[in-house]
């Protein structure tokens, strides 16, 4: 089945260490994405990348940090940086280009920093 | 800078009635795409209906359509003949015709009564 996982489901940390999130997709997908979800927020862009070994900031992207080393992957660390790390984390992937249409959303990660 | 504003926090709807989620943006822009995501209690975002803005047409998928109005800036989601699985936050989301990057509204509850 192609899709995009993202795991674990649920992630407990300790204040002050790094954490990395885990995002796969077999869609043959150019563009990955990930996003931050936060109560009663829709959704806010973290990174995205259109390309391997090339990614951009998206609107938050102070005190994470990502790779794209491989088209299928496309990891996310939250370093300690991170003033408040705890929320519901999304990865998406799509076509890329003009004409790309929708993204598509893994399962989300929900990450609990205390 | 685009935004995009759902001003209804929560939405209810009895089983079988219809119910319309609306969606407003701002942008300078005039060609773009406008999306409306579903995400149930799994937290998974499932793409509901898209909108290509050079499209006069409105478009429609089964009991979900859309009315878009360009000039008035406003995207509303029609449900009709709403079921149970219907229950979800709905977000709508904007994209420029020359970014993949998606700008996403607060979201809207939907609470559907048998």
């Known amino acids: 089945d192609g899709g995009i996982t993202q795991s674990p489901k649920y992630l407990f940390r300790k204040e002050g260490q790094n954490v990395t999130l885990s995002c796969e997709q077999n869609l043959n997908h150019d563009a990955m994405y990930w996003y931050r979800q936060d109560p009663g927020q829709g959704l806010r862009l973290i990174y995205y990348?259109?390309?391997?070994?090339?990614?951009q900031k998206g609107d938050i992207a102070e005190g994470y940090s990502v790779s794209r080393e491989k088209k299928e992957s496309f990891p996310l660390t939250v370093t300690s940086a991170q003033k408040n790390p705890t929320a519901f984390y999304l990865c998406a992937s799509s076509w890329g280009g003009r004409r790309t249409y929708e993204q598509y959303f893994g399962p989300g990660t929900r990450l609990t920093v205390t | 800078a685009q935004t995009v504003t759902q001003s209804q926090p929560e939405m209810s709807v009895q089983e079988a009635e219809t119910v319309t989620l609306s969606c407003t943006y701002d942008t300078s822009e005039s060609d773009y795409y406008l999306f409306w995501y579903k995400q149930p209690p799994s937290r998974q975002m499932i793409l509901v209906i898209r909108?290509?803005?050079?499209?006069?047409q409105n478009a429609t998928e089964n009991r979900f359509s859309v009315n878009f109005q360009k000039a008035a800036k406003s995207f509303s989601l029609k449900i009709s003949d709403s079921q149970l699985g219907d229950a979800a936050m709905y977000f709508c989301?904007?994209?420029?015709?020359?970014?993949?990057?998606?700008?996403f509204g607060t979201g809207t509850r939907l609470q559907v009564f048998p």
């Open positions: 989301a904007y994209r420029s015709w020359n970014t993949d990057k998606l700008i």
């Open positions: 990348s259109q390309i391997v070994n090339d990614f």
């Open positions: 909108q290509e803005a050079y499209k006069q």
